[in-house]
């Protein structure tokens, strides 16, 4: 290689690797190396394929890892980003990254890479179903972490498929905004819902995008100068009050969920009062309350408009306390306060939660805040804290609800109680094919009904004209609308053989 070429790769790995340790949080040099060793593996692995864009494989396993530091994932999840198309699209053999990455990295990327066989055509019912489904299959919250990386950044790049796929760049664009967004709703990582929103939203509904986008440049100016202004304010009447220890930052609504919030103003712009925001961070919550004191003192509030997520947190966990005030000169603004951890929580969600402590040491279950239950109760059952009886009651109850997620033979996901049979799916899809079930194939072979389906199984159902249920399917079903039909059937059977024999 002339030594011009080997001179510029060295500066572009040196430049790449540089980005993603810069956007990372405090970390050690042996996080260095781990994160370097996999990038320089990913590299050679995916040297002689592009991207549709044109650009070298590696600058979307960059684009990943950098996603990935931002919401401060830790070392090992940021080298698996880098990693996470080696198995399925590369020659490189699982053996090989179990040699040179270990066990956990490993299970990271078939995770994602199951993950991404996963296919979502838009039938909104299912969507809820696939989001637990996801979930469910993931089983390390951090391959999540990763496909939502890898998702940014593939909703971010989607122009160049759109130009030789357009249908398929809907397709994306449509799972994007009703799968992954509202998975990163549900791990409380709010800022990347909103960029995953708003990316995919030029590509579902276009004109909408461009109305939306031309009703907020409108306005941002004329707001843009008010929450310069309160802001000035603001600092002045802190300092008065003594508090020193704070930060602030505006922002103007992501455009997406501004879409969603006209359409119910009639796209009345003048009607939105969150359309911007002035945020204030704050060390404690104590000093939240002594923020929001001074605002009400300095600007008149909409009294119904002042919301305490602090007091009673949004079910994702959110906190922050929401008022809006008017600015004095015909405006209105809402302000948020919340503390600094509130503020991380908010942003990085179940990654805040996963990352390192002060001193650097990796946080254990056992310090994750309760706020976040449900995240917290998945991270546990990971890790296999099965202590307690109830505890285990509630997780079951409350997350997965003893659901399991199968398949139709076109792929749509069917949600059944644990335990549950193929006559409860049969009835489940129609009545009809219940009622007429003649036998059933799991997974492409023959199985009786009495079978216990299990997550992921594919199920078919055969019927016949002539079958009709037996008396014995009321022992295999376990859903209430199954056993409901199946009592009607063999009750109207037992009525006709009464009135034949009378
Ligand atoms: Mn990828």
Known sequence: MPEEIIKKETEDNTNDLRAIFDLMQKHSEEDEKLITKAYKFAKEAHKNFERLSGDPYI??????AKNLAEIKADAETIAAGLLHDVLEDTTTKKEDV???????????????????????????????????????????????????????????TLESLHKVRPEKSRRIA???????????????????????EDLAFPYILPNE????????????????????????????????????????DFRVKHIYSLFLKLQKKNMDIDKIYDLSALRIMVPTTEDCYRVLGIIHNTWRPLPERLKDYIAVPKPNGYQSIHTVIFTGDGGIVEIQIRSEQMHNEAEYGIAAHLAYDESGKKKTGGELSKKLKWITQLIEWQKGVHESESFLDNLKTDFFNNQIFVFTPKGDVVELPEGAS??????????????????????????????????????????REKSTPSPKWLEYAKTSEAIKRIRISLGNTKKNKERLER
Do not use: W
């Open 59 to 64: 600058v979307h396993l960059v684009g990943t």
């Open 98 to 156: 179990v040699r040179e990455f270990g066990d956990d990295i490993t299970f990271m990327i078939e995770g994602v890479t199951k993950l991404g066989k996963i296919k979502y055509h838009g039938v909104e019912r299912h969507a809820e179903s696939l989001r637990k489904l996801f979930i469910a299959t993931a089983r390390d919250i951090r391959v999540l972490l990763i496909k939502l990386a890898d998702r940014l950044n593939n909703a971010a």
């Open 174 to 196: 449509l799972e994007t905004l009703e799968i992954y967004a509202p998975l990163a709703n549900r791990l409380g990582m709010g800022h990347i819902k909103g960029e995953l």
């Open 209 to 248: 995008y461009k109305e939306t986008v031309r009703l907020r440049q409108k306005k941002s100016k004329e707001i843009m100068k008010r929450l310069e202004k309160i802001n000035r304010l603001l600092c002045k009447r802190l300092a008065k009050a003594g508090i020193t220890k704070f930060k602030t």
């Open 422 to 463: 193929p006559l409860d799916f049969a009835y489940l899809i129609h009545t009809d094919i219940g009622s007429h079930a003649f036998g059933a194939k799991v997974n492409g072979k023959m199985a009786s009904f009495d079978t216990a389906l299990k997550n992921g199984d594919i199920v078919e159902i055969i019927t």
